[in-house]
């Protein structure tokens, strides 16, 4: 196209004008108040890994497969190995509990962790049998989606979010209670 | 810590070349810039005007290529995603594609859709992360808050889908790694619409604005027989009238079965650059209603070949989640694959040579930003000073992709 | 108290337009206002760099002198018929004095450039001498089609003239090339050009922080900004006409109340700039030089034909 011609640049510059002006009094706003809002993600997102024991047989293919080579296996009491993951190098690609053939790591949605320590960054297998307990940083907290009506964007209030439990590592695969 | 003045501030190098010699003077538009990502530009400047520009990559260089060589074959698939996260699916699924035809897998029709329905997804991705990082390269912080807030209500989609924001994994050699759930598709419908509205109040706050529109007209001309020299590729060369578009002229997916255009502008300079990529984020939505309409919502998740592999305890769960199981014991033949595909910038060619063992003997990746990096060099020449962030975000030149 | 404010209008009228929240968390019940102050301290609590090859002198002098310049007009001019911090014969210049010290803000901000002395502070401070020769001339033009139109350059008469019909409707293309020459002047988008963060890093004040930083980028631009607006409040938006017929009245209140009324104006006109930021991207340096030059000039010259044909009207 070739170059504005005077009329139809006067004309943009008020279309613009005036959109701005239509947004200072009416906004819409997507912005999620983290940490007294946290987006809704129906339990499916990558967050921190888990092992159950009982159900690990020591073959290391967790380890062999990890992309960052995050997991490293311990020497536990019973002489046996098990797995431990580094979060400091864990990317949650969820490779490990993928190739596990008996099921032993399991998933949960828990993906909001910070450390003061590097040193506590390391999981050794002990540490891994339930979801880490995180203290609450405000009192209350609110799950958010955001929902479309009419062409806006609404944040809908979906209800405080449960706690972090153990997922199952595949679809009808039983969660080990205890 | 007695740096001189002579040395440190102001360098005005004569340049001889013939009679009357010029007088430029260099400006490091280094990493450590607003605008310029992770490279480094050598410019000479003769009063405005940009005479030469020498780039000086190599500052993200993250030797993936050859990290390619020391893993197995499946662990490549989270690196690759990284040389250009916005458009994550996409890479990962031309390095897939390489593998696919090593092995001589095959994929299944659900997957070949959602395929290309997530590799639509991404493409509207990077080219909302593009034009947002254009929008604020000039000046207009408005468009790159409207560009970056759309992106966040995508990525949650991803997130639903895949499993993480902005790091999906999902694609795998053979199909995809899990299926997406019921509300995934409410939601993508809604924001369709919306993406549409504030892509419409975006081109007119940035790109109708005369001011806007100014600064990008008849900036960084490449010419069409500049653009196939210097083997542009993506809206640098669909901006100066090359016709060529991965998606319609080595055909994947499921793009064959369904209707869309390939645009193309003819003019050459920055703003047809900046209107192809907002004419494919529309065209993109529309390929995504063609395929909601169209997507298959049972069938396994990956081809034939890749299930033979998988455990018959595995099997039963293939409609909704592909384990890793077969992929590990799966090794490489002594053979060689490419994969092309269309993202966003352009096109992402791999080829990938088998070794015998679990691990590949080569991996070689061509990105879309290190092709147009000459193109680049050559439309900036003759430009002001204040046009280089202005060519810059309309070629979409990402340093982490052309350092790899 | 200004200045917070209006800073914290920018912040979030920007968010607004921008799907966002602006500053939220520093006092949530106010809405983010007291934002400013945690800058502010957190700018003075910063360690005081002076860059090793700067010209210091000029380095230290400059950033204070840049506020006590853009501040000074605003007390050369008169917030009611009686507050005023000038007496009456030089108080009839008061105008014209503002202007010329307004206009000297430019050579601060080139002298910080060369104080900085790195290569894209030298260009920032030659694209504010280059903007300066775009803005000068309309601006003065502007002001002098008002004073022909109200046949005075006093300011306590020139706002005695305006009742209902204020400056702004005498002479729209006055206001106009006012409103295109202030935006110029104290790099209000779509002309941040000078230390346009972009390209040259913010330019002539690239290489300040802590004080000296609030003093200029963060400050300095918004108090000159307070200026420009009162002058315009004064002349093109009725200073402190009153909306109901009658003076005000002559008492301590009353100059009070006049005042606050010239403040509210004042205010808006810096919100309106304020605003621009939210929707304008930025224009090229040789495209505002040819838009001034020709589009601006002729605006300016036609509002000065306009002025005369209304000498001879009124």
Redesign the interface.
């Known amino acids: 196209m070739a170059g504005q011609k005077v009329g139809e640049a006067i004309r943009a510059v008020l279309d613009v004008i005036g959109l701005g002006l239509k947004y200072t009094l009416r906004p819409e706003r997507l912005t999620i108040y983290y940490p007294y809002e946290v987006p809704d993600y129906m339990g499916r997102v990558r967050g921190w890994i888990g092992l159950w024991t009982e159900r690990c047989t020591s073959c290391m293919i967790c380890a062999r497969i990890c992309p960052t080579n995050a997991i490293k296996m311990y020497m536990e009491k019973n002489g046996r190995r098990y797995p431990g993951i580094d979060y400091g190098r864990c990317i949650m690609c969820h490779y490990c509990i993928d190739a596990c053939p008996t099921y032993a790591l399991y998933p949960t949605d828990m993906r909001d962790l910070a450390f003061y320590r590097h040193e506590d960054m390391m999981y050794t297998p002990d540490m891994m049998r339930k979801p880490p307990q995180v203290p609450k940083l405000v009192p209350q907290v609110v799950k958010v989606v955001h929902e479309y009506s009419r062409g806006r964007v609404v944040k809908v209030r979906l209800g405080e979010p449960g706690e972090h439990k153990p997922l199952p590592p595949a679809p009808s695969v039983p969660v080990v209670e205890s | ?5 002579e040395q ?4 005005l190098s004569e340049v001889e070349s013939g009679p009357g010699g010029k007088r430029t ?1 260099e ?2 538009f280094g990493p450590q ?3 310029s990502g992770h490279i480094r530009f050598f410019v000479e400047l003769d009063g ?1 005007i940009i005479v030469d520009i020498r780039p000086d990559p190599g500052f993200v260089h993250r030797t993936m290529e050859k990290l390619g060589e020391t ?2 074959f ?6 690759f995603e990284r040389l250009s996260l916005p458009d994550a699916i996409n890479v990962t699924w031309a390095y897939s594609m390489a593998v696919e035809r090593m092995l001589g897998y095959d994929v299944s029709e659900r997957a070949e859709y959602l395929r290309t329905l997530f590799g639509e997804m991404s493409r509207i991705s990077v080219h909302l992360y593009d034009l947002a990082l254009h ?9 790159f ?2 560009g970056f ?1 759309l992106r ?2 995508l990525v ?1 989609l991803w ?3 895949t ?3 902005t ?1 999906p ?1 999902w694609v795998l050699p053979g199909g995809v ?1 899990r299926a997406p ?1 019921k ?1 995934f598709y409410e ?1 993508l419908a ?2 369709l ?2 993406l549409d ?1 504030k892509m419409d ?1 975006f081109y ?3 790109v ?8 990008l ?1 008849d900036v960084g001309y490449l010419s069409k027989s500049d653009a196939a020299a210097y083997l542009a590729t993506g809206p640098g060369a669909r901006g100066s009238g090359v016709d060529w578009d991965a998606r319609r002229d080595m055909p994947y997916g499921v793009y064959k079965q369904l209707e869309w255009e390939v645009r193309v502008h003819d003019e050459g300079d920055s703003l047809a650059r900046t209107l192809v990529r907002i004419e494919e984020v529309r065209e993109a939505a529309r390929i995504i209603r063609q395929l909601l309409k169209a997507m298959p919502m049972d069938g396994p998740l990956v081809g034939h070949n890749a299930t033979h592999k998988i ?1 018959p305890k ?1 099997r ?2 293939l409609n ?6 077969g992929y ?1 014991v799966t090794t490489t033949n002594l053979a060689e694959g490419t994969g092309v595909t269309e993202g966003g910038r352009g096109r992402y060619f791999f080829q990938v040579f088998g070794a015998g063992t679990e691990r590949l003997f080569r991996v070689r990746i061509s990105t879309p930003s290190w092709q147009n990096l000459r193109a680049f060099m050559k439309a900036t020449i003759g430009a ?6 202005a060519i810059y975000g309309s070629f979409g030149f990402f340093p982490p992709e052309a350092d790899r | 108290m200004i200045l917070l404010t209006i800073v914290w209008a920018e912040r979030k009228i920007a968010a607004r337009v921008q799907m966002r929240v602006g500053p939220l968390h520093v006092s949530p019940r106010l809405g983010g206002y007291f934002q400013l102050i945690a800058d502010a301290v957190r700018f003075v609590m910063q360690e005081v760099i002076i860059t090793v090859d700067s010209y210091r002198v000029l380095f230290v002098a400059l950033p204070p002198l840049f506020v006590a310049l853009a501040l000074m007009p605003s007390f050369m001019v008169p917030l009611s018929p009686y507050l005023a911090l000038l007496s009456r014969p030089s108080l009839h210049y008061g105008i014209i004095m503002a202007l010329a010290v307004l206009f000297y803000l430019f050579i601060i901000v080139v002298g910080m450039g060369w104080a900085v002395n790195n290569r894209f502070a030298y260009i920032g401070a030659a694209r504010e001498a280059l903007i300066i020769t775009a803005y000068e001339i309309p601006l003065l033009d502007a002001f002098a089609s008002m004073f022909l139109t109200y046949k005075t350059i006093d300011p306590i008469e020139i706002v005695a003239k305006q009742t209902y019909i204020v400056g702004a409707l005498y002479n729209p293309l006055a206001f106009i090339v006012y409103i295109i020459g202030v935006a110029m002047a104290t790099s209000r988008f779509p002309f941040e050009i000078a230390d346009y963060e972009g390209d040259v890093a913010t330019g002539p004040y690239s290489d300040f922080s802590s004080i000296f930083l609030a003093l200029t980028y963060a400050g300095g631009i918004y108090i000159a900004l307070f200026s420009y607006s009162l002058l315009g409040a004064l002349v093109f938006l009725g200073g402190w006409a009153p909306i109901a017929p009658g003076p005000w009245p002559a008492d301590l209140w009353g100059n009070l109340a006049a005042a606050a009324w010239v403040m509210i104006k004042t205010f808006i006109l810096m919100l309106f700039f304020v605003f621009l930021r939210s929707v304008m991207p930025v224009a090229r340096l040789d495209h505002t030089l040819s838009f001034s030059w020709r589009w601006v000039l002729a605006i300016a010259v036609a509002a000065t034909a306009v002025s005369a044909v209304e000498y001879f009207l009124l």
């Open positions: 810590m007695g740096l001189k003045m440190y501030g102001m360098v003077l400006l490091l810039h607003p605008t405005d893993r197995h499946m662990m490549n698939i989270p690196l929008a604020i390269m000039i000046g207009s912080s408005t468009g808050m409207y807030g966040d209500l949650n997130a639903i889908a499993g993480a924001r790091t994994t790694r759930p509300a939601r809604g924001f619409d919306f509205r109040e007119r706050l940035v109708k604005n005369p001011v806007g529109y100014y600064r007209k455990p595995e039963e769960m909704e989640l592909v384990r890793m199981s590990y002001r000073l204040m046009d280089l962030p």
